[in-house]
């Protein structure tokens, strides 16, 4: 019996656990807290703070691991990168982990690809602002050089804004440092590349649909297949494939975000080297039938992956829609009641639905990721007919509420 070690696990990591379990695999989970879903599933847990390597490290030091692997924790990339190369395991390398972690490492590499990516510049303190606006100019977006889920990310509008949101980007980082970027205006893109062997391969790309507002960065909506066709999808695909190649991922999920912009160009928004959250890996597996986890175990493993389990079994168009506050279907205010969802799942369709609404909580407009309370994903015949079943079956769930 093969043993993998899971590097964080909270709720996202759950479900890839109880995976690796059916699959016959002894599993190891360790993660700071010690209430993580996860954790009660693995084989064995180990309650310990996984951004120090050298104490994961100890935590396993008796047991024999055979891979390591994260499933949508972008700050356990590096961390499983590390623990793969000192325990000669399977792995993408300290130096990939790095460029796909760290947005201006990322940035830096990309430009010297040649790969198509909005003007940047990288700052630490106030007194390099200048410096930074000259070089990317007005709109822009200001954000944290090594965080994710849209903490701590802003539009930036003027020197003042970039004034007013630097410490709250800085603070989110851990190596103190924030990246200020050109803000391109268009359709977002969600992409899964699986690299073997060096070859990357465009296994699906979705339109990410964002909010108005504060919440810019939020996907509060998934539509598959993107909307871009002919020239421009050969060319996101391209770009897509050629991201994950200057990065340097040879085996492994890469996660590649685009923006199809207004003037024709298509850019990278960043590239991470993970299975998304986000519900991403259902979106895969109800749209070409691929089993992400399943592949992110065999890659951990150094097993051989057969195009079977890499190459879209089918396309069925779907979409997802996250639960949020308005414009989105939730209300606003301190959640008294969550209704059933039987009625969304019931509906035509709908072949997924939940929600971690809880009684008590807060629902706000949306900002973070962390603010989408809960999803439905419908498939159709067009991907437009599975945005329209989704959203119908959203607005069904009844989400009582008080003002704060
Ligand atoms: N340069 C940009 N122009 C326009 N929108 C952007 C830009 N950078 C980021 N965004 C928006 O903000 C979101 C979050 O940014 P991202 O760099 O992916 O950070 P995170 O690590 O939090 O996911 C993106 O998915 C996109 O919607
Ligand atoms: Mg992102």
């Not at 940035?107 to 410096?131: C, D, I, K, N």
């Not at 097993?303 to 396309?315: A, G, S, T, W, Y």
């Given at each position: 019996?093969?043993t993998?070690?899971?590097v ?8 890839a ?27 064995i847990?180990r309650?310990v ?11 396993i ?51 010297e ?8 510049a990288a ?6 602002r ?10 822009a ?6 965080s994710g ?5 802003f539009r930036?509008?003027s ?6 949101h630097?410490h ?7 190596t ?31 339109d990410?649909?964002?909010p108005?507002g ?8 998934h ?7 002919g ?9 897509a ?9 040879e ?11 207004a003037?024709?160009r298509?850019?990278?928004v ?14 895969v597996?109800?749209a ?11 890659l951990a ?12 079994r089918?396309e069925q ?22 209704g059933?969802?039987?009625k ?16 008590g909580e807060v ?12 999803y ?6 067009t ?13 069904l ?6 003002p704060?």
């Amino acid at each position: 019996m093969k043993t993998v070690l899971f590097v964080g696990a909270g709720r996202h990591q759950r479900r890839a656990i109880q995976r690796a379990k059916e699959l016959k695999l002894r599993v190891v989970a360790v993660d700071r807290n010690p209430d993580a879903l996860g954790l009660a599933e693995a084989d064995i847990a180990r309650v310990v703070d996984y951004a120090d390597v050298a104490a994961v490290l100890k935590a396993i030091a008796r047991l024999r691991i055979d891979g390591v692997l994260t499933v949508s924790a972008d700050s356990a990339v590096p961390i499983v990168a590390a623990v793969a190369a000192e325990l000669g395991l399977p792995g993408i390398g300290v130096e990939t982990a790095h460029r796909m972690t760290h947005k201006v490492a990322m940035r830096r590499r990309l430009a010297e690809a040649g790969v198509p990516q909005p003007r940047f510049a990288a700052l630490r303190t106030l007194s390099e602002r200048r410096r930074a606006l000259d070089e990317v100019g007005l709109p822009a977006v200001l954000k944290p050089a090594d965080s994710g889920g849209q903490r701590g990310v802003f539009r930036v509008d003027s020197g003042e804004d970039v004034a007013a949101h630097l410490h709250e980007a800085i603070a989110v980082s851990p190596t103190g440092e924030a990246i200020l970027e050109e803000f391109v205006e268009g359709t977002e893109m969600n992409g899964i590349v699986i690299a073997r062997g060096g070859e990357p391969f465009p296994l699906t790309l979705s339109d990410r649909l964002r909010p108005p507002g504060i919440g810019f960065g939020v996907g509060w909506i998934h539509v598959y297949p993107a909307t871009a066709y002919g020239h421009r999808l050969e060319e996101s695909e391209r770009i897509a494939a050629h991201t994950v190649r200057a990065l340097g991922l040879e085996n492994g999920i890469a996660f590649p975000q685009l923006i199809a912009a207004a003037d024709g160009r298509v850019v990278v928004v960043e590239c991470a080297a993970r299975i998304p959250g986000g519900q991403m890996a259902d979106l895969v597996r109800h749209a070409v039938g691929i089993d992400l986890v399943e592949v992110q175990l065999r890659l951990a493993l150094g097993q051989e992956l057969p195009d079977e389990l890499v190459r879209p079994r089918f396309e069925q168009p779907l979409a997802i829609r996250f639960l949020t506050a308005a414009p989105g279907p939730l209300p606003t205010g301190r959640v008294v009641r969550v209704g059933s969802l039987e009625k969304v799942r019931a509906f035509p369709g709908v072949v997924q639905a939940d929600t971690y609404l809880q009684v008590g909580e807060v629902i706000r407009p949306v900002r973070l990721d962390g603010d989408r309370r809960g999803y439905v994903i419908a498939v159709g015949e067009t991907n437009l007919e599975a945005l329209e079943r989704a959203e119908a079956a959203a607005s069904l769930l009844d989400v009582e509420v008080e003002p704060e």
